[in-house]
């Protein structure tokens, strides 16, 4: 029946004051359809139900954002999740700060305070909820000269004036984060952190479990290199307005270096009776101070791909052997 929900997932708390959320949640990404860093064709049919069919299975919070499809993945969450109470059963993080300023001139950051401010309103009428659960700068602002401290300010006169319930940030840097926190407190970081990029492993991420911020860390699949689901022509199958095809990750020789260590991560998730894409995503999840990652999904099977992540226990023996299989890889 629709609306119903699976039994509970593991949950951690986002950070010191936030929600307690299900260690993975559902990225919108790929769901917004053709625009600048589109995925390819979508069916908003699909994408309705895959965002059900993981609600249905556990999951407690989506992720989105404005830019993704110029709207449109908002959009179509505020459908998808129109079965249940939001913010009470199910989250909804989006974000601000990227604007679309037309083919010739593409995408750019803008965290003045009026474009903080209106981009609230357009998501809160997308979405169809009075409050956003949390609101996260998408980006940080190199061109229009607004100081961190305005942008962060108007972050906490929105959740004074109750359109927001949380604040964080997303691609941040420690300078950053300090400049927010010495204003009103991050509640969340959301850092790219993969077993092919993790830089934010040794720098944003232990900031963030010092001073009591939640980590969601996205693309824990590295854009879906880690499922085990391409191969040398993977990148060359991809549609035209992929915005994949343009990555180094999905071009040569990065590509034959990142399928290698695919390949080398084969038998420990046979081992451990998983797919490739549980397996990756787990290990985003133990490193320490990761609350969770938003995982991405066009239909209800790719879900089905990676669901199992938020409850995998991966050994110190596990970790181990994975890191074994980044060091003979990566050189």
Known sequence: MRGARAGLMQTKRLGTQGPDITRVGLGTWAIGGPYEFGWGPIDDDDSIAAIRHAIESGVNWIDTAPVYGLGHSEEITGLAVKPWKAGHEVFIFTKCGRNYYGPSAGISSDLRPATIRRECDES??????????????????PTTGTAIEDSWGTMAELIDEGKVRWGGVSNFDIPLLERCEAIRHVDSLQPPLN????????????????????????????????????????????????????????????????????????????RLETSLAALAVAWTLAVPGVTGAPVGAKRREHVDGWIGAGDLHLTEQDLGEIELAISETRE
């Open 195 to 270: 077993l092919i990029n993790r830089a934010a492993r040794d720098d944003v991420i232990p900031w963030c479990l010092e001073h009591g911020t939640g980590v969601i860390a996205y693309a824990p699949m590295a854009s879906g290199l880690l499922t085990g689901k391409f191969d040398l022509r993977g990148a060359e199958a991809l549609a035209p307005d992929d915005w994949r095809r343009r990555s180094p990750n999905f071009q040569e020789p990065d590509l034959s270096r990142n399928l290698r260590l695919v390949e080398r991560l084969r038998p420990v998730a046979s």
């Open 124 to 141: 809160l009428g997308r979405l169809g909820v009075e409050r956003i659960d949390l609101l996260q700068f998408h980006w940080p602002d």
